[in-house]
Each structure stands twice: as structure tokens, then as C-alpha cells.
């Protein structure tokens, strides 16, 4: 599979731990963003996503949090479990300009779930 | 349903060869995206098409990469001659057409090209 550049930020959490990862994003007309999973050997995998009109979104065992002021997103994942291990990106862009969901990517966290 | 699926998954060249990646997207996806993931670093748009129409090709590093869409299905991306740097992950992804698309594109595997 893919192996993770040595510059990766990492998260190491226990099993049962809730794991919050953040990214900073630097666009400030971006509208939509989305966290997306990637283990290890496959693509990015759509985990949750927030549109700018919204400052918290709940899906199942994560949680997405905007804040606009500081351009900063975070996900919170409930209850970690050993198949939460992956890298984790969050990603941007502005729907509203009409760019058709051309992504821009954060560099990435590997979260490490520890049994 | 099939998922997007790309060929091949690993691919080792030399420099100064050249290297055909192909995407199939998912069926009914008129959308159609170019990614790739250098060693260590974000995944970087490339292109995109709708249909068989470049929308946007800002992401295209130089004019060594070529990327198609034939009669709107499959893609194929092409480097020609390749070069170190190029070496990373490319990773292809579709959509639904717009009136539809809730924002999520659907991501392949990717392909890792190694250029030695």
C-alpha cells in the first residue's frame, strides 16, 4: 500500500479513546468541506462533509466542526476503534464559484488506534 | 455497483519512458478527476472533466501529461517522457452530474507510479 511521507502529523490514541484531528484550511471563500478516510492500499473514502452556514454537523461516531473565524476544521471520532487507523485529510473548495467540487487537500494525520 | 476502478495499481518505469494510467469511473458519473499524491505530501487536483470536456486543467504540472476522456467514460492519463519527480500516486475520481451531486466524489485506488 501507499506508505506515509515521514512529514505526516500523527495521532496515537487507545482503543475506546475519542480522537479529535485537526486542519487548518487557508481559503476563506471556501464554502463545503469534507473529511476523507484513506487506509492504507486504497483512495480517499468520503467520511463527512459541512457546508459554511453550518458550524457542527453529527454523523455516526464523528463529528465535524467549522469555525469560520479561524479557518480552522476539526473531526472528533467517538469511541475509536483499530479500524479507524488511516490517514485522515480534510479538504475544501467553493461551490458557490462554480468549480465543481475541485478539491484542495490538507497534507494529511495518520491516526494510530493502539489495542 | 462497481466502484471507480484504475489500472494499473503499481507501475515501475524508467525516466524518460512513458506510462498510460486508466481510469473507469462509476457508471452514469459525468464528472471525471485527476489526483495525485506526491511522497509526503497533500493530494493535488490535476484536471477535471465533464464528460468529455476538460472543465479545468490548472493542476496539470507541465506539458508532459496528457489526460483524455474519449467519448466521455473511461479517462486515460498519460506522462510522456517521465521524470523522477513524477513518481507518486494518481488517484482518479467521479461524480454524479451536478443537479445530483451531493459534493462526495467517489475515489479509485490509485495507481503508484515509480520512475527509477
Known amino acids: 500500500g501507499e506508505s506515509v511521507g515521514l512529514h505526516l502529523p500523527t495521532l496515537s490514541v487507545q482503543e475506546g479513546d475519542n480522537s479529535i484531528i485537526n486542519c487548518a484550511y487557508s481559503?476563506?471563500?471556501?464554502?463545503?468541506f469534507i473529511w476523507y478516510k484513506q487506509e492504507s492500499g486504497k483512495g480517499p473514502q468520503f467520511i463527512i462533509d459541512i457546508r459554511s452556514n453550518m458550524d457542527k454537523r453529527q454523523g455516526q461516531r464523528v463529528t465535524v466542526l467549522l469555525n469560520k473565524t479561524v479557518k480552522h476544521l476539526s473531526l472528533q471520532i467517538a469511541a475509536t476503534q483499530p479500524g479507524d487507523s488511516a490517514v485522515y485529510f480534510c479538504a475544501e473548495t467553493r461551490q458557490s464559484g462554480g468549480s465543481n467540487y475541485k478539491l484542495t487537500f490538507g497534507k494529511g494525520t495518520l491516526l494510530t488506534v493502539n489495542p | 455497483e462497481a466502484g471507480v476502478t484504475q489500472f494499473p495499481s503499481h507501475s515501475v518505469i524508467e525516466k524518460g519512458q512513458t506510462v498510460t494510467l486508466r481510469c473507469d469511473p462509476i457508471s452514469g458519473h459525468d464528472n471525471l478527476y485527476w489526483y495525485r499524491r506526491v511522497m509526503g505530501k497533500e493530494i493535488k487536483f490535476l484536471l477535471h472533466?465533464?464528460?468529455?470536456?476538460?472543465?479545468?486543467e490548472s493542476g496539470m504540472p507541465n506539458n508532459r501529461f496528457l489526460a483524455e476522456r474519449t467519448g466521455g467514460t473511461y479517462s486515460t492519463l498519460k506522462v510522456q517522457p517521465a521524470e523522477l519527480e513524477d513518481s507518486g500516486v494518481y488517484f482518479c475520481?467521479?461524480?454524479?452530474?451536478?443537479?445530483?451531486?451531493?459534493?462526495?466524489?467517489?475515489f479509485g485506488e490509485g495507481s503508484r507510479l515509480t520512475v527509477l
Open positions: 475520481a467521479s461524480s454524479p452530474p451536478r443537479l445530483t451531486n451531493t459534493g462526495e466524489l467517489f
Open positions: 472533466f465533464v464528460k468529455e470536456s476538460k472543465q479545468d
Open positions: 481559503n476563506s471563500a471556501s464554502d463545503y
